[in-house]
């Protein structure tokens, strides 16, 4: 079976849509490991519930961050590595050792309101002020640029003159939740 390794740094809802896609038998994929680079956040309470392993990196040190997460991916041998709000950049070392196999995903239609400082609801704030009747959210191949690789996928979402950029945030979670789960079983049966 192929397997992923996650990655996250908060609530993890976009983690549990996965792990809710392989319980529904939607995705069949083993969730080998869970990395972050805080404790105590939701997605490790997620992981701990559904007793998928995990690991917390917290390292300043650039190179010693690379070299951990290489012995994780090592160690755990994914098909596929997700970043589900992943605050921390990758690596460079570590996105050239896994070409095609790292994807992201960001709540917005990128390339708009995306790149460095665009994450959380400074994204929803962002569309708003555009006054883009339109906003969603997309999966990409990650590059060595923030919210640059290739665009796999996105879903469309309608901004509402009377969304706040909370409300905004809570109807293009919803279509996350949705696209993440199915690009990752397009890209896992592709490469069967
Ligand atoms: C999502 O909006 C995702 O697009 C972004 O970070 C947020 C993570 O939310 N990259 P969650 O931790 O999955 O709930």
Avoid at 45 to 57: E, S, T
Avoid at 119 to 145: I, M, P, Q, W
Avoid at 154 to 175: G, M, N, T, W
Wanted: include cysteine; charge should be neutral.
């Amino acid at each position: 079976m192929k397997k992923l390794v996650v990655f996250a740094s908060g609530s993890g809802s976009n983690f549990q849509a996965i792990i809710d896609a392989v319980k529904q038998k939607k995705l069949n994929v083993e969730i080998a490991g869970l990395i972050t680079n805080r404790d105590k956040i939701g997605a490790i309470d997620r992981a701990i519930k559904n007793r998928i392993p995990f690991q917390v990196v917290q390292v300043s040190d650039d190179e010693l961050f690379a070299k951990r997460l290489a012995e994780l991916l090592h160690q755990w041998q994914p098909d596929l590595i997700i970043l589900a709000g992943f605050l921390k950049k990758i690596p460079s070392e570590i996105v050239s050792a896994y070409p095609d196999k790292i994807i992201n995903i960001h709540p917005a239609l990128l390339p708009k309101f995306g790149g460095k400082g665009f994450y959380g609801l400074r994204v929803h704030k962002a569309v708003l002020e555009s006054g883009d009747a339109v906003t969603g959210c997309t999966v990409h191949f990650v590059d060595n640029e923030y919210d640059c690789g290739q665009i796999i996928e996105q879903i469309e979402v309608p901004v509402f003159a009377s969304d706040s950029p909370e409300s905004l945030a809570k109807r293009v979670l919803k279509a996350e939740h949705e696209l993440l789960p199915s690009v990752i079983n397009n890209l896992i049966n592709k490469t069967n």
